[in-house]
């Protein structure tokens, strides 16, 4: 039998309440209002810290330090491997205090990774989550809502102000401007200003939605200030251009042998499409006998169904029209790129993780898991 994934919470900066609901009858829940006595159930590394007032301090003023706080006990996330996995909502309340205010500390992030040490974790631009080695590799089952203080032109960072969506990578599927609602309007709110902001994640499991709110008081604002729904049919589409990619070059979509730039088979064709080389990727064993110009529409259809925006993806209508030529393809933007993502993402992993790079505290917050809402 099938052993049933668990999740570490790491509990960043925050004060932390969480349920699970293990079914539609049991639920557990914790909840931390401050975490002095919550010590020996959180486990700290790196500069992180449990200050005397009950804040959790991940880092100090020293250059390129990290931390990370995770809460002690596993999580189950879900019942056992062929059930949806929980939904959950977490809040909780931070402040980030970099040491030159004008430039920020690369700020942290709230995360689900397969274990509570990221000993491989780099500082400053990675967050203390990932190194230039593990980009992008489906492998490492890492989601994350990162609070950004610095623009990082190599991972297309919108600004230095900013809230993203991450899985597996330091490049944001969606990120947005930090800001917040209030009746209506949306309203600038600054990252790295010092001042507490409560944040709020919320996952629906059976809509496949995660949604991030902001505000600088304990209200909750009925919108997100970022929305993100990127798996149910429109995986279904994604699983169509990467399958039409396995005919093309006759291997599985996560080809665990094979070198580590064709690890991932999106990926792979897609680097081979932006230089000019898709050929390349044409399954050996057709012995060079093949149609070029079918080969190339296959790939193209494929690339597009797999774009990592879901509402950029095409219809299988359209899929079919692409193929039968009924209609033109639209151009490829060789300059963009596609990340590999899968609706099981959130059944493969099972941490909570967090990390900075500047003096960052946080004093309250809640987590909430359940099986369907």
């Known amino acids: ?39 020996t159930n959180i486990t700290l590394n790196g500069g992180a810290v ?72 780099y500082p400053s631009q990675y967050l203390g989550l990932l190194n230039p080695h593990d980009l992008g590799n489906f492998s490492n089952h890492l989601f994350a809502v990162e609070f950004d203080t610095v623009q990082d032109f190599e991972f297309n960072d919108i600004n230095d102000n900013h ?8 490049v944001s599927n969606k990120s947005v401007k930090a800001c917040f609602f209030t009746d209506g309007l949306v309203q600038d709110l600054n990252l790295k200003s010092g001042s507490v902001i409560q ?29 993100y729904k990127g798996y ?12 039409k990619s396995m005919v093309v070059c006759g291997r599985r979509p996560i080809e665990a042998k094979a070198l580590p730039e064709e690890l991932v088979l999106v990926d792979w064709v897609w680097d081979r499409w932006r230089v000019g080389e898709v050929m390349e990727v044409v399954d050996k064993k057709l012995g060079g006998v093949y149609d070029e ?23 299988m209508r359209q899929v079919v029209r692409y193929l039968e030529g009924e209609v033109k393809l639209p151009e490829i933007d060789k300059k963009a790129g596609f990340l590999y993502q899968r609706s099981e993402f959130f059944e493969r992993v099972n941490t909570w993780s967090s990390a900075g790079d500047d003096v960052e505290s946080a004093f309250a917050s809640s987590l909430q898991l359940s099986g369907g809402r």
């Not at 309340?93 to 920020?104: D, E, N, R, V």
């Not at 296959?298 to 993806?313: A, I, N, Y």
């Open 232 to 243: 149910s049919l429109a995986h279904t589409i994604y699983l169509v251009g990467a399958s």
């Open 163 to 170: 809230v993203g969506i991450n899985l597996n990578n330091m």
């Open 293 to 315: 110009v079918e080969v190339l529409l296959v790939v193209k259809v494929g690339l597009l169904c797999s774009d990592e925006l879901p509402d950029r993806r095409p219809t």
């Open 50 to 121: 449990i200050e005397h007032k009950g804040t959790i301090r991940l880092t100090n003023d020293t250059e390129r330090v990290l931390g990370h706080a995770f809460y002690s006990t596993p999580i189950k996330f879900k019942n056992n491997k062929n059930t949806k996995v929980f939904s959950f909502s977490t809040s909780f309340a931070f402040a980030i205090i970099p040491q030159y205010p004008k430039l920020g500390g690369h700020g942290f992030a709230f995360t689900i990774s397969p274990s509570n040490k990221l000993s491989n974790g």
């Open 199 to 227: 944040a709020w994640i919320d996952y629906n499991s059976s809509m496949n939605h995660l949604e991030v709110r902001l505000s600088p008081t304990s209200s909750k604002p009925s919108s997100p200030i970022l929305s």
């Open 1 to 39: 039998m099938a052993k049933t994934p668990l999740l570490f919470l790491c509990i960043l900066i925050l004060l932390a309440s969480n349920s699970i609901t293990q079914s539609h009858s049991q639920q557990d829940e914790f909840f931390f209002s401050g975490f002095n006595e919550a010590a």
